[in-house]
């Protein structure tokens, strides 16, 4: 139950960012009756196929009400959506360089460079992720004439301080 509850927060908030497609909507819909779980929109959404986002959209959204998950503001989607990520990389269920690209993601489609002041995400507390969101390309880039090797004693370095700046955000901010 408590996963099926986070997996359609986590729809819900993708939906608002413009961030998942019609077909998967009809997924979740989908899982929701092999579960059981019905009301009338589930089950139109859920078994009409070939469904445009015009569509879906209102049906996803009567689903959710059904449900009792309410629809976050474009604010609450990037929380939603910044604690699972962060927190995914402090718990170690993905790569720090994988949960980075979801967390630059999310910054990029929320256009979080226009809230910040100082540091390229720190209107969500993110600037030292974001940093080493960069920091990685530059240690992944190859200069024309350099040797072909990645500095993997770096990029190990740089994994743990995404990792521990992870952990610090989820004792801050939650996960």
Not at 38 to 61: C, D, K, N, Q, W
Not at 62 to 68: C, G, I, K, S
Not at 76 to 102: D, F, K, M, N, T
Not at 103 to 123: C, M
């Amino acid at each position: 139950m408590a996963k099926r509850s986070q997996d359609l927060k986590l729809a819900a908030a993708r939906y608002v960012l413009g961030n998942v497609a019609s077909e998967e909507l009809a997924r979740v819909a989908d899982t929701l009756l092999t579960e059981g779980v019905y009301s009338s929109a589930i089950g139109e959404f859920g078994t009409t196929r070939g469904l445009v986002m015009a569509e879906a959209g209102p049906l996803f959204e009567q689903a959710l009400r059904d449900l009792n998950v309410d629809v976050p503001s474009p604010e609450e989607a990037v929380w939603v959506l910044l604690r699972y990520h962060i927190g995914r990389i402090a718990y170690a269920e993905v790569s720090p360089r994988e949960g980075l690209q979801s967390v630059f993601a999310i910054y990029d489609r929320a256009h979080l460079h226009e809230q910040s002041g100082t540091y390229a995400g720190d209107s969500h507390g993110i600037e030292q992720l974001i940093a080493a969101y960069w920091e990685y390309d530059c240690l992944h880039a190859r200069p024309v004439g350099e040797s072909l090797e990645t500095d993997l004693e770096a990029i190990r370095a740089l994994d743990d301080t995404v990792v521990r700046a992870a952990t610090e955000w989820v004792g801050e901010h939650g996960a």
